[in-house]
């Protein structure tokens, strides 16, 4: 069956710009990266901005990974869940507890559909059980592989909001996404999927912008092209250096991962659609489509499953190799074994079982032992066949709108591996090509795990910014100095992707300061506690919140598409400590825990170990009182007149550009 989806070329109408809320500010919300440590971050931002009454003034949201983790859950809530459900309400630090109290919130508890019950369920054991199921149950159709991140994403962070809808696989979803419902009945080409079978944004919402990449190999590296799906349409703007994937465009959401179909009348067509364009200003009907439509084939939704978990891809790799450590130890691979074998349902179980006479012919003693057969099969899956962790890329058929039609099999990255702020995307999705584009205003959150210190003199901040500005920015050090022409070729050995996304001029100025420079001093002297202009003080660090709020100017970026000379202004919000916050913590239970948390530890599963630097990787499951306090730190500092983020942030966003 040949189905029919709206395309929009980047010379055309931009779908984002046309289809947000106009009414809005002209305002953007970033939320980076980082796993569980991100959407917990989020979390508390979220409440934070809720508030104040603030997040509603928002056009976008721009998202990346666990900042995707919340954001889509945000977007796309149930009427069902409240926000308050979601979000609960913010505690000042003297009423946090981790027993019951009148006028206490017990950290200990969360709420069935608290934003924060995705990263309880997240713990690697979990994980690393329910990952090495999939690889069995799929073991004789190993091209599944690919989709085990979504499978654990599916399972782990969207069920507990209803936003899985099980569809035809355990990795696949029933349900498409769109923007609204009068949206898809207007605009939905004839052909399109029935409303009843789409996931709609929850009214009032921003205009969400999720990241993810497209991979291309070159020589020995890989680049990696920007790409966004939003409610509206999914594509990548920009192209990569040789032009070998050029993106050109979006095609609407539920028919990206399509087949387009090749059809020798496509002038013809265009012809008519033009002709039939002229008519409806003088015989206007209910539908209000004039876009490109293309004829393509639906093989399954593209879903929010498979937005957020390639948005989050890096964990499929990660979890693959934790697969592969347990299995490498005698007494955890029984015990992950006995998991998994009580788990498979019988016809696996009789599966498994007929093909392991013909596979293991050399063992005459295997006979019918489940478990054994279970664990030949996973050490020739994890440890024997050397492309494994190749098969577990996320990869989806792929047709750029700015080419002669072309479905290729493409692999994805995570957002975060080559630009985790958000920014570059909502710059991308926002960009109109001309050169009076109107000005934006951007509330960025870095929920970075690198702490905010002075090391030798140089200040460790904004790394995660500092390609944006064409800086190769050092975390270990604070060194920083602009990318070399070698790392921004593709064909040298030096290349490093992130050498591309540069976005923002970083001339330095009549007092040989730069707006990056800027940012790294200004953020360590917010944290000092230092006023506009004063020395911080070294002893201070890690007092306040992070914050620095400058204006920007773009530069053109080929590989996200992004036009020269747009203002931009900016107020940068980076994770780090707050012992204002902290220290006014009563429950010297919890007190003492996140202190004990924040020293040198070789347990990284230890309670509030680095907090509030959770990391990535160890940290991806995080019991309900470390993520309530992470929360409450962040809604504290946003919402809480004793912050000094609160009034500047409550004007900025207040003043935005309209």
């Excluded at 009945?185 to 990449?213: C, K, Q, W, Y």
């Excluded at 990548?236 to 090749?262: C, F, K, L």
């Amino acid at each position: 069956m040949v189905d029919k989806a709206n395309v929009y070329p980047k010379s055309g109408n931009n779908p984002t710009i046309s289809n947000s809320d106009s009414s809005k500010s002209n305002l953007g919300v970033c939320f980076s990266g980082g796993g569980s440590r991100a959407l917990t971050c989020a979390w508390g931002q979220m409440l934070g901005l809720s508030t104040l009454n603030l997040i509603e003034k928002a056009r976008y949201i721009s998202s990346v990974s666990g900042g995707t983790w919340a954001s889509s859950i945000y977007t796309y809530l149930p009427d069902k869940i409240t926000d308050d459900d979601l979000l609960g309400a913010y505690y000042p630090p003297e009423n946090l507890s981790l027993i019951d109290g009148t006028g206490k919130l017990n950290l200990n508890n969360l709420h069935q559909y608290s934003l924060g019950q995705a990263p309880a369920g997240l713990g690697i054991d979990e994980l690393v059980k329910w990952g090495g199921l999939f690889l069995i149950e799929n073991v004789f159709e190993q091209s599944n592989y690919k989709w085990l991140w979504a499978f654990l994403v599916s399972q782990f962070i969207l069920e507990c909001y209803g936003l899985r809808a099980e569809g035809k696989h355990s990795w696949s979803s029933s349900k498409y996404f769109s923007l609204s419902l009068n949206y898809s009945t207007d605009h939905f080409p004839e052909g399109a999927p029935s409303t009843d079978d789409l996931f709609f944004v929850r009214s009032g919402r921003p205009f969400l912008i999720m990241n993810n990449n497209i991979m291309e190999n070159y020589d020995s590296n890989v680049v990696q092209l920007p790409n966004q799906v939003t409610p509206v349409s999914g594509g990548a703007q920009g192209q990569t250096p040789d032009a070998t994937i050029i993106g050109g465009g979006s095609v609407e959401s539920y028919g990206y991962s399509s087949t387009r179909v090749h059809c020798q009348r496509s002038f013809v067509w265009s012809i008519l659609r033009k002709w039939w364009a002229s008519l409806r200003s003088t015989h206007p009907t209910t539908r209000q489509n004039t876009n490109d439509i293309v004829d393509i084939t639906l093989s399954q939704p593209y879903s929010l499953i498979d937005i957020v978990s390639t948005s989050s891809a890096f964990f499929a790799e990660t979890i693959a190799n934790l697969i592969k450590t347990e299995v490498s130890d005698p007494e955890k691979k029984k015990e992950l074994i006995s998991q998994i074998e009580a788990q498979l349902k019988p016809e696996h179980k009789e599966t498994l079982l007929a093909k392991a006479k013909e596979d293991f012919l050399d063992t005459l003693d295997i006979g019918e032992d489940i478990v054994e057969i279970i664990g030949r099969y996973l050490e020739n899956i994890v440890i024997k066949d050397l492309s494994f962790l190749d098969k577990i890329i996320p990869t989806y058929n792929y047709w750029p709108v700015g080419k002669v039609i072309q479905n290729q099999e493409t692999r994805f990255t995570d957002g975060g591996t080559l630009e985790n702020t958000g920014i570059l995307g909502l710059l991308a999705q926002t960009d109109t090509g001309t050169n009076n584009q109107a000005l934006i205003s951007l509330v960025v959150f870095d929920n970075t795990e690198t702490p905010l210190e002075k090391k030798d003199s140089q200040i460790i901040a904004a790394g995660q910014a500092a390609p944006l500005f064409g800086i190769d920015f050092d975390t270990k050090t604070g060194t920083y100095q602009p990318f070399t022409e070698a790392q921004k070729d593709p064909a040298n050995q030096d290349f490093k992707a992130t050498s591309l996304i540069t976005v923002f001029n970083n001339t330095e100025d009549s007092s040989g300061n730069t707006p990056f420079g800027n940012l790294v001093k200004g953020l360590y002297a917010a944290s000092c506690g230092a006023s506009s202009g004063e020395q911080p003080d070294d002893s201070k660090v890690n007092t306040e919140a992070a914050f620095y709020e400058l204006s920007l100017t773009t530069v053109h970026n080929p590989l996200a598409n992004v036009t020269a000379g747009r203002s931009v202004k900016m107020i940068y919000i980076q994770n780090a400590k707050m012992m204002h916050w902290q220290n006014e913590i009563v429950d010297e239970q919890l007190k003492n825990e996140i202190a004990e948390g924040q020293e040198e530890s070789a347990d990284p599963f230890k309670a509030f170990k680095d907090f509030p630097y959770y990391n990535t990787l160890f940290k991806i499951g995080l019991e309900a009182k470390e993520s309530n306090a992470l929360s409450q730190m962040w809604a504290w500092a946003i919402s809480d007149d004793s912050s000094p983020l609160k009034n500047q942030l409550q004007t900025f966003i207040e003043n935005a550009a309209s």
